[in-house]
């Protein structure tokens, strides 16, 4: 993804840590493991969903974005607020979210 130009948000971790400490928080927020998990069992061709209670953090919705470019798939997340279609790329929500 860092390839493909992502860079993460890290104004989603309050820890006070390093920055290479927040990356790894990033990396295992429970949001992108469930994309890790629906890109591995959902058959291509088929949406990912992912449904939360709570708000999604700006950077799993920026990580969202690429991942839907990277792998040319759909995902549709529920927050608490609205639904996020991400398709090459883009989100429904127009990053208004």
Not at 50 to 72: P, Y
């Amino acid at each position: 993804m860092i390839e493909e130009g992502y860079i993460p948000d890290m104004s989603s971790v309050l820890h006070d840590v390093e920055e290479s400490e927040k990356i790894k928080i990033l990396n295992h927020h429970s949001e992108k493991l469930v994309n890790a998990f629906g890109l591995i069992f959902v058959p291509p061709g088929l949406p990912i969903w992912v449904i939360k209670n709570l708000r999604i953090c700006g950077d799993f919705h920026k990580a969202t974005k690429f991942i839907s470019k990277i792998t040319q798939r759909e995902i549709l997340v529920r927050d608490a607020v609205r639904f996020h279609l991400f398709k090459d790329e883009a989100c429904s929500c127009g990053d208004f979210w």
